[in-house]
């Protein structure tokens, strides 16, 4: 299994309801592409320090790294993925993205 973990910077404008509303579309990608096992959101939770502004985010979880492959390039994660970029500070830079075997 896969563990996608996606951090974001995301713009200081947006609203909670906006923060909601984007994440929910990264949820009902599971409705849409095969492999997805699991996908959690929310704000990082931890007391260090250490986040580096990347203040929100969200993990899929995926049955196998080609489950994984396959959903990068989905047309509906394209679309999802765009949205996220542009509700980031900085676009790209504004994104860090880790997997780990799981």
């Given amino acids: ?15 909670q309801e906006e923060k909601r509303a984007l994440f929910e579309s990264v949820v ?20 260090e320090g250490l986040h580096g502004g990347f203040v929100d985010g969200f993990a899929v979880t995926f049955e196998s790294p080609e489950a994984r492959d396959a959903y990068l390039v989905h047309p509906d994660h394209v679309a999802v ?14 994104i860090l993205v880790f997997d780990l075997n799981i």
Wanted: proline share 6%; charged share 15%.
């Fill in 28 to 47: 009902a990608l599971q409705k849409v592409i095969p492999g997805i096992v699991d996908v959690k959101y929310g704000p990082n939770v931890s007391p």
């Fill in 81 to 94: 993925g765009e949205r996220i970029v542009s509700s980031t500070d900085g676009g790209l830079a504004g």
């Fill in 1 to 15: 299994m896969i563990l996608h973990c996606v951090f974001l910077r995301l713009k200081s404008a947006m609203t």
